[in-house]
């Protein structure tokens, strides 16, 4: 069974449409009109083995914000829904990634109770024209969106470019090991018989 979806959410500030494979090898083709952004989705993509199709544009002559924000609930909503009825997964992934001098670890698990906490202290937070702050935002998003509980700690790091990357990455890695294929489940992985 595939595991993929296609979502596409339109607002009077954004217009945008994302297309996952969750079982792909890394492919990614991406236009958000935030080039800092696309290289972190591309990271994600890769790291992740998984496919990723997005197109985005936002009001971002204003600022980031909604670009941003609207991408993490599209990207939850195609976890989400390319999950399926989540039987025979993993469930809990974990990851620590070091990226220089920054080291980011990633924990999750498919919970179906969305929970984020953002424990990433930066004393500089802009790079180039991106605010990295703005990671908190695209991550509670997403987890809101895909029923996610994650814990995002940035361990290490003074480089905000840095520390976004490690941040992605052990997302990517986390993530794709928690959605993984179980071979000796058949049911969710739950005593409670849902997730």
Known sequence: MKRSAEVERKTTETSVQVTLNL???GTASLDTGIAFLDHMLELMAVHGFMDLTVRAKGDIEVDFHHTVEDLGICLGQA????LGDKKAIKRYGQASVPMDEAL??????????PYLSYDVPLKTRVT???????LNEFFRALVN?????????????????HSAEAIFKAFAR????ASQKEERLTEVPSSKGIL
């Open 23 to 25: 079982d792909g090898n």
């Open 79 to 82: 976890i989400n829904q390319a």
């Open 104 to 113: 980011a670890m990633v924990v999750l698990d498919i919970s179906n109770r």
């Open 128 to 134: 180039g024209q991106f605010d990295v702050g703005l």
């Open 145 to 161: 969106n895909a029923g996610l509980t994650m814990h995002i700690q940035l361990e290490a790091g003074d480089d905000p470019h």
């Open 174 to 177: 986390a993530f794709d090991q």
